[in-house]
């Protein structure tokens, strides 16, 4: 039985706008860093908003206590956004016709809590037989505990797994554990994925 393992920000849903807007906000306001939306998209689809700030914030005096600083504010912002996210065009098509195969379905994330509320408001919940957040006490992508966690739990092995996502983290992550990958993304991209597609409906091609 195949086994599939969603990110979710860009890749099942459009969040973007709104973690753009939260961390320019964020930055700006505890900081006086000024940066572009352009920007912080592109550098946060690089690796992760963590790692961008992390990377940014490298000469406070304390940096750990900075990012602690960026994402109390940022976590506040980015809330506004949630009734505004929507679903990436025909995600819930392939959703659905992997359901209909019996696929086992799952979200990892590096969202908070704020994951599961999202999954029940864009009604798509039902077709993950588990979400997972590293709010739950796992390290976060590319480390690969999430996903071990996972295939121990569901008895998954590693040739019927794939890990479907929108950054090189996410395929980085797949790889980590021996999976196949699947990279969302229209841009060409410098580093090694297993498939790469522009739109979701050529997954089924895939899997």
Do not use: C
């Amino acid at each position: 039985m195949e086994s599939i393992v969603w990110d979710f920000d860009d890749t099942i849903a459009n969040s973007y706008p709104g973690i753009v807007s939260a961390t320019q906000k964020s930055l700006r306001e505890n900081f006086d860093i000024s940066l572009s939306k352009d920007t912080i998209f592109k550098e946060s689809k690089k690796n992760s908003v963590r790692k961008f700030v992390t990377d940014l914030l490298k000469d406070e005096d304390d940096t750990q206590k900075a990012v602690d600083i960026f994402y109390k504010a940022y976590f506040r912002y980015e809330k506004d956004f949630h009734d505004k996210i929507t679903l990436i065009p025909h995600i819930e098509d392939v959703l659905k016709y992997y359901d209909e195969k019996h696929a086992m379905q799952f979200i990892i994330t590096h969202r908070d809590n704020s994951i599961y509320d999202l999954a029940e408001s864009l009604g798509i919940e039902h077709y993950f037989k588990e979400i997972i957040s590293v709010s739950n006490g796992f390290k976060r992508k590319p480390d690969p505990d999430m996903l071990n966690y996972l295939m121990n739990k569901y008895d998954i092995q590693k040739e019927d797994l794939w890990v479907i996502g929108d950054r090189q983290i996410d395929v980085d992550f797949g790889h980590n554990v021996g999976a196949k990958t699947i990279l969302l993304n229209a841009n060409e991209v410098d580093f090694d994925y297993d498939h790469k597609v522009s739109d979701l409906l050529e997954i089924e091609k895939i899997i």
